[in-house]
């Protein structure tokens, strides 16, 4: 079973909807990110938190709002998001983010946008 | 410019065979993480191992073994005696330490192993 916890598992919205993705680790890591991967392709990053601040943004729209509550959690606001948006969405985390820690990845939430 | 290629986009094996999936990186920095990744079915990510561009030992753990060569930017990752429940993406990844610490990921290798 994975350590990084991931709900929900699969996630249908409207264009108009709000909805929120949330992700949980009790690993003690300082590092949280959210990837986004389309079918047939390699994650993209999307945010990286590192000790509860951003640190990373990948240039997301705003139509994706990170939150990092604490240390353990790691949300991801969705708000007018659009069709072409649906995708796996991977949470993960690392003891730093520094290069040498690995990342361990969630389940993943599969969204789709109507 | 860093770039991971994996130049295997798909590989079918009937179960039982030897496998190794091709993983070759491009960077100018002298310090660098190289990582495998499977992704099954279910959609996580696993980490399979890390590797440190200093340390060019190879590795074995059980089934699995990894060759690394800086010489050729190389990170090969070997399946021995595969099996059906090794079927999966898998992903090779480059972290660079002096720049933002991303995980630059190759474009996945598709596994079927058949029985």
């Known amino acids: 079973d994975t350590e990084v916890t991931q709900t929900p598992k699969h996630l249908v919205m409207g264009m108009t909807n709000k909805k929120s993705l949330k992700c949980e680790q009790h690993m003690g890591h300082r590092a949280m990110y959210w990837y986004k991967q389309k079918a047939k392709k390699p994650p993209e990053l999307m945010f990286v938190y590192s000790y509860e601040k951003l640190s990373i943004n990948e240039s997301v729209p705003s139509r994706f709002s990170p939150e990092c509550p604490n240390s353990s959690l790691l949300n991801l606001h969705l708000h007018a998001l659009q069709p072409e948006d649906s995708a796996l969405y991977l949470c993960?985390?690392?003891?730093?983010?520094?290069?040498?820690?690995?990342?361990?990845f969630g389940n993943g939430t599969r969204l789709t946008v109507t | 410019a860093q770039k991971v290629t994996q130049a295997q986009t798909e590989i079918s094996v009937v179960e039982k065979e030897d496998v190794t999936l091709d993983c070759v990186y491009e960077t100018r920095d002298t310090t660098y993480y190289l990582f495998w990744y499977k992704q099954p079915p279910s959609g996580e990510l696993v980490f399979l191992i890390r590797?440190?561009?200093?340390?060019?030992q190879n590795e074995i753990s059980g089934r699995y073994s990894w060759n690394f060569q800086k010489s050729t930017s190389s990170f090969n990752f070997t399946i021995t005696a595969s099996q059906v429940v090794d079927s999966a993406v898998y992903f090779c990844a480059l972290r660079l330490v002096d720049s933002s610490y991303k995980l630059i990921f190759g474009s996945g290798t598709r596994l079927l192993v058949r029985p």
């Open positions: 993960a985390s690392s003891q730093e983010e520094e290069g040498n820690s690995p990342l361990h």
């Open positions: 590797r440190n561009s200093f340390d060019e």
